[in-house]
């Protein structure tokens, strides 16, 4: 089993549609989640961070779910601008200072 | 200000130079990181640095060379690479939590892209 899982996608999503992302990992001990969005040929950019809580930032919601090993990203209101690749990203327990990258997750938005 | 630079942003080089990458951060950020995308892959973790002293070297081969210069500054030195290196080589900072649960995240600068000849 992948330490961080993704659906690849693609997702094709018309303009102002709701799109929801999911992610697994496997690490119980991992303590700080992420969702990156990367653009082709581009660093990946941090979105948002995912607290136990759930998030909000603007159209862009994250919950994570650490009894299930389980993070989601709801887009709102998608706008042709969040066609990118979607990365979930987990840092791992105590004192761990290494991130693990889902493969990722292409979303294009259609006009 | 999350930005971090890298130089340069483009790289050809043959299998008998040498070369290095540079990565530069003025956050005040503590960690730093080096690792290496291939295309439609996700990020790799090649080297961590923590307080200037290396702490992860996830196995890479000895024609990778890091070194930390100081807190701002984190070189690659490339020797002797092979045409299966060329990749989009990505330096990322942190503030470094080591010790405490959690974890800030990562900012990544623009990457240089290598193609190895």
């Known amino acids: 089993r992948k330490e961080v899982e993704q659906d690849p996608g693609p997702f094709n999503v018309p303009e102002g549609a709701t799109v929801a992302f999911n992610c697994t990992y496997s690490?119980?001990?991992?303590?700080?989640f992420f969702w990156y969005r990367q653009d082709c040929r581009k660093e990946p950019k941090l979105l948002m961070s995912?607290?136990?809580s759930g998030n909000e930032d603007g159209r862009f919601t994250a919950q994570l779910n650490r009894a299930s090993q389980y993070i989601s990203l709801l887009i709102r209101d998608s706008k042709l601008s969040d066609s990118a690749t979607y990365l979930c990203?987990?840092?791992?327990?105590?004192?761990?200072?290494?991130?693990?990258f889902g493969t990722g997750t292409r979303l294009t938005i259609i006009p | 200000d999350t930005e971090v630079t890298q130089t340069p942003k483009h790289l050809v080089m043959g299998m008998t130079n040498k070369k290095s990458l540079k990565c530069e951060q003025h956050?005040?950020?503590?960690?730093m990181y080096w690792y290496k995308q291939k295309a439609k892959k996700p990020p790799e973790l090649m080297f961590v640095?923590?307080?200037?002293?290396?702490?992860i070297n996830e196995s890479v081969p000895s024609r990778f060379s890091p070194e930390c210069p100081n807190s701002s500054l984190l070189n690659l030195h490339l020797h002797a690479l092979q045409p299966e290196d060329s990749a989009l080589y990505l330096c990322?900072?942190?503030?470094?939590?080591?010790?405490?649960?959690?974890?800030?995240?990562?900012?990544f600068g623009p990457g240089t892209r290598l193609t190895v000849l």
């Open positions: 990203v987990v840092r791992g327990g105590f004192g761990n200072e290494k991130l693990t």
């Open positions: 990322a900072s942190s503030q470094d939590r080591v010790g405490l649960a959690g974890g800030p995240p990562q900012y």
């Open positions: 995912v607290y136990s």
């Open positions: 690490n119980s001990a991992s303590q700080s």
């Open positions: 956050m005040g950020h503590r960690a």
């Open positions: 640095y923590s307080y200037e002293k290396l702490s």
